[in-house]
């Protein structure tokens, strides 16, 4: 028999919810959709909620959106008395983490700080670079006055950056139904900074670039391709050149392809920083690919790193499709014995879908693929078993 839980603070709102939406918090997970909500009236836009099921029993307490499709992210089984003292507290535990995952090590200092539900911190992400830390606010709740000035006193506190950086998102402060605001400085004025990733450097402008800025999730990727690449190589979606700059240390020649010419050029500072010799193509991945094999070009080496190609799960049969055709060109431009670095950033995309499109592919070039490694996101962007959604990243790495 499961415990009773405190009753929750008097002030606090209650939110009911379908038996539905209470299996799938007593099964681990922590959002409720706004299908499950059976009422919430009366209750503001980003409040503190008591969460009940059906029959008024208190499931715990969580975080409201009156806009999201995801209305409710649980926050605690326990009643919150002190919603600021709890968000400084989890975000003191998320530091604590990283420092022990990441130690003194002195060759990486660009590490994702806080990972939304997989810290326990619904809404916000936090990634530093250097002295600079970046963040995302993506809730109601979390752009709150009370939320954010918690959070920007116990970030600048533990980590005493030079500057925190908002990075914001006009679609979603859209779907969150928030005013809408600018990127920009909350704490500091200096946003740009050079930071090391496994002893590699790259140039960083906290204002401009995708995400927050740079893809710290495929830190550990970046260091285990370069433990089996060599020969020629070609870094296909290649961005400001995470993958290729690692792979310069070890590779005879290599080339990095991407359609955006800004972040090329952000590329080849970042190759002039390292003191190396890369080749930035400004060109369609598919289109490339298919002249390269077409012309006959062959790699020892080859990179695959795109886009999210399935945003949403309606999207699925043709991200599928995409995958396919990027690793079958590839796949023709290999030497034997070559290595193929293959990833996904699509959720809706499962790991076994995506080693599949990567078997279908090989079978119809007629080549035999050894897995080597098959990896996913870097520790510091944790998975939570409960919570499939905070396991997005695949990344694949066999020989042909």
Known sequence: MSPKLPSPPSSIPIVKISRRGGERLKAGHVWVYRSDVASADGVLPGA?????????????????????????????????????????????????????????????????????????????????????????????????ETARTALVAELSEKLRPTAILERVEPRIRELEQLPARDSGCLLGEKSSTIFTMNGVQFHYDGLEGQKTGAFLDQRENYAAAAQYARGEALDVCCYQGGFALHLAKVCAKVTGVDSSRPALEVAEQNAALNS???????????????????????????????????????????????????????????????ILVTCSCSYHVSGEDFLAVVAASARDVHRNLRLLENRVQAKDHPILMQVPETAYLKCLIVGV
Do not use: C, H
Not at 51 to 64: F, N, P, Q, S, W
Not at 298 to 307: E, H
Not at 308 to 330: C, V
């Open 48 to 144: 503190l909620v008591s969460v009940a099921d059906e029959r008024g029993k208190v499931l715990g307490t969580a975080l409201y959106s009156s806009a999201s499709q995801i209305a409710i992210r649980m926050l605690s089984r326990e009643p919150v008395a002190d919603l600021p003292g709890l968000l400084r507290q989890r975000i003191a535990e998320a530091i604590a983490y990283r420092e022990r995952l990441l130690g003194k090590s002195g060759d990486t200092n660009a590490y994702r700080v806080i990972f939304s539900e997989a810290d326990f911190l619904p809404g916000l992400i936090v990634d530093r670079y250097n002295d600079l830390l970046s963040l995302q606010i993506l809730t109601q709740a979390m752009d709150t």
């Open 276 to 338: 190396r010799e890369i080749e930035w193509i400004e060109a369609n991945a598919f289109d490339l690919l298919r002249d390269y094999a077409a012309s006959g070009q062959q790699f020892d080496t080859i990179v695959l790193d795109p886009p999210a190609f399935a945003k949403s799960k309606k999207n699925l049969d043709t991200a599928l499709r995409g995958y396919k055709e990027l690793n079958l060109r590839a796949l023709k431009m290999l030497k034997p014995g070559g």
